[in-house]
């Protein structure tokens, strides 16, 4: 029997990043962030509060390795080595897995650090679309939270959802977006409390004769109504903009847009980095806060 | 007796077993508007139901709708699986759920054949004369029965001796509370304190209490990154409240039913109206914002205890389906964004299955609030 090729659309790509400016990072500050998620980890090493590089990949069932795999992924052919990294800071749900992390700060505080940098001091409202959780968090001009909140329980609205759907329909998790936009018509939402709910109510519709555009608007509609309950429920304060991996979702952030009646600020880099650069940055400020007192 | 039994959270029955082993009654009740001088009065053990640490609820879930809350669930569990094993249950019609807790274990103890003293009393949901008088009938009706069920009439003497005991508990608390405020105590070991009121006979409780508070006194602080407030409806797990403390926060004051809400002011008794008093300590007193017209008193009293308590942060716990405490979080806000005191909301239920779902949030409010 012939072995059948397994696409796995869910799959996004993984990248790594190395800041062409700066060529010789030596006699920099140099702080790492590494924000492990459910779904994606990454690592973002800073020079004297500038990226330098960053990798984003999948996270495997070992978070000590996904760190690990993270930063020397990062570090490659920088020449540095993690002892070139004067303190590094651990978020995100396996922060604790950080072997070789100074201090863990929570993905929140981290976030609101890491938009703050990406989208500037005007930023006050971030809406972190996380591989299995939602995030509405606000922050002052310092990028220091003042308020959040966060999903409960389900999965539903976050990015885990999404490459359930793209696993259902056979379509790679990044066309879905642009795809869900090749429609008549904006349909109703399918069902949003439950991915599972979703997913059977997705293969109802495509027996009915939907197509697969369709059915993708369908869902990214419900994830979008979704998320902007949380976000009323903690209060819009512009400027907003969204960081996570669905943050490179057209199909939902347009959505989001639209219900809201608002844009969201653009992104100038990879919104998934947003929780390591933010702990980076927090890193380089504990240790600009001790050196002061030191030289007091 | 140590007070190591304080600290204990199983709900063992040692007490109630031993106290009916000398021939005399024990009788569950849920919710704090059951007065328990009156089971005092009738020499009957009171012991209020929880559902601490109750890991499955899959019999009461047959019996309850999908929409009553877990901690009622789960305390009719308690009841069907022996956990408790009483001679009879009191409810107060304090909210639906807690009702329908009577409403089943009256027709499960029936059909096996278990007999009960089973007997519930309305506690009307708005405060004044009227309200007040019939509360205090409701209670009259309830002392009859149990005094006719116990063999020990209840009587104005009976009831004020029993209250000079409740309020030597309330004294106590409040000392507790002071320990507390100086953060000599943690909020899980003082959750941990209130529970064993639930369970001990009350000479059993103010003994050990007792100690306990002479033993606490010569402690030092302890350190916290963040002073917190815990508010929302009955939480009866101390471990829920050491998730938050593990995170750096120090749960310094709260107003919950199965913590300070339970306690209150001393009742102060008119000899001219001994039931009558005690209708009116419980049922005017701030215990939940079950009632029609006190939650603008509760919301003060938040408000007031975030100021006498230093409080940076309150974190409000919702367990799902609490239709007391379902949406006072719309109301309570702006008096709290007022004294510059940031809310988290949490949403929970009985059984711990959220322990890393908790902590983050947790982890995350004490990151932003820490001074």
Redesign the interface.
């Known amino acids: 029997m012939a072995e059948i090729e397994k696409v796995e659309y869910w799959r996004w790509t993984e990248s790594n990043w190395k800041n062409p400016d700066i060529p010789d990072w030596r006699g920099s500050l140099i702080t790492a962030g590494v924000d492990i998620g459910s779904t994606s980890t990454q690592a973002v090493v800073m020079a004297d509060g500038v990226p330098y590089a960053y990798s984003n990949m999948r996270t495997g069932s070992n978070s000590p390795d996904s760190a690990i795999g993270a930063i020397d992924w990062a570090m490659k052919d920088t020449g540095l080595t993690l002892e070139d990294i004067t303190y590094t800071i651990g978020t995100g749900?396996g922060r604790v897995n950080v072997p070789f992390s100074n201090k863990t700060?929570?993905?929140?505080?981290c976030h609101a650090k890491g938009a703050n940098y990406i989208y500037g001091p005007t930023i006050r409202t971030i809406l972190d679309m996380g591989g299995q959780d939602c995030k509405a968090i606000h922050c002052d001009a310092k990028g220091?939270?003042?308020?959040?909140?966060?999903n409960?329980?389900c999965a539903a609205g976050t990015g885990r959802g999404m490459e359930v759907i793209a696993n259902l329909l056979a379509v790679r998790v990044e066309d879905i977006g642009d795809m869900s936009f090749q429609i008549d018509e904006e349909p109703d939402p399918v069902s949003s409390t439950c991915v599972i709910f979703a997913k059977s109510e997705a293969t109802k519709l495509m027996r009915t004769g939907w197509t697969k555009e369709k059915v993708l608007a369908a869902y990214c509609h419900a994830m979008a109504l979704r998320v902007v309950r949380l976000l009323e429920r903690n209060g819009m304060e512009l400027d907003f903009a969204i960081t996570g991996g669905i943050a490179k979702n057209v199909g939902v952030v347009r959505r989001i847009e639209r219900i809201m009646g608002i844009q969201a600020l653009k992104p100038a880099m990879d919104t998934q980095i947003a929780g390591a650069l933010g702990a980076a940055l927090l890193g380089k400020e504990l240790v600009e806060k001790k050196r002061a007192k030191e030289n007091q | 007796m140590s007070y190591e039994k304080l600290l204990e959270t199983n709900i063992s029955g040692e007490s109630a077993k031993a106290w009916k082993a000398s021939g005399k009654k024990a009788v569950g009740y849920v919710c704090c508007h059951v007065p328990t001088e009156i089971l005092i009065a009738a020499d009957v053990m009171p012991v209020r139901l929880r559902a601490t640490n109750c890991v499955d609820s899959s019999d009461a879930e047959a019996w309850m709708s999908s929409f009553s809350c877990s901690f009622a669930k789960s305390v009719l569990q308690y009841l069907m699986n022996g956990t408790y094993d009483l001679d009879g249950l009191v409810q107060s019609d304090g909210c639906m759920m807690a009702t329908r807790i009577l409403d089943n274990w009256s027709h499960i103890a029936k059909k096996n054949g278990k007999a009960q003293f089973i007997h519930q009393i309305g506690a009307p949901r708005i405060t004044n004369e009227i309200s007040i008088g019939y509360y205090k009938a409701e209670l009259q009706t309830l002392a009859d029965k149990l005094g006719a069920f116990s063999g020990k009439a209840v009587t104005d003497e009976g009831l004020k001796s029993a209250a000079a005991k409740t309020n030597e508990v309330r004294g106590l608390i409040a000392q507790l509370f002071t320990l507390r405020k100086e953060a000599k105590v943690s909020g899980t070991e003082a959750l941990r304190i209130m529970l064993a009121n639930c369970d001990l006979t009350i000479d059993e409780y103010i003994a050990a209490l007792g100690e306990f508070i002479a033993d606490a006194k010569g402690r030092g602080p302890i350190k916290a990154r963040a002073r917190l407030m815990m508010i929302g409806s009955a939480l009866d797990n101390p471990e829920y409240i050491r998730v938050i403390e593990d995170k750096g926060g120090l749960v310094v004051a709260d107003a919950l039913c199965f913590g300070a809400r339970s306690f209150g002011e001393k009742l102060v008794i008119d000899d001219k109206d001994v039931l009558g008093s005690i209708a009116d300590y419980y049922l005017t007193r701030n215990t939940c914002p079950r009632a029609l017209d006190n939650r603008p008193a509760i919301h003060k009293e938040i408000v007031d205890t975030c100021k006498a308590y230093d409080i940076q942060g309150i974190i409000y716990e919702k367990m799902q389906n609490c239709e007391c405490w379902g949406g006072e979080s719309y109301y309570l806000e702006p008096d709290l964004k007022a004294i510059g005191v940031?809310m988290l909301?949490v949403?929970r239920e009985e059984q711990m299955a959220?322990a890393?779902?908790l902590a983050?949030?947790a982890?995350?409010f004490v990151?932003?609030i820490e001074k």
């Open positions: 749900y700060v929570t993905e929140i505080t220091a939270v003042t308020s959040f909140m966060m409960d329980k | 940031p909301q949403e959220n890393g779902q983050i949030r982890e995350a990151e932003m």
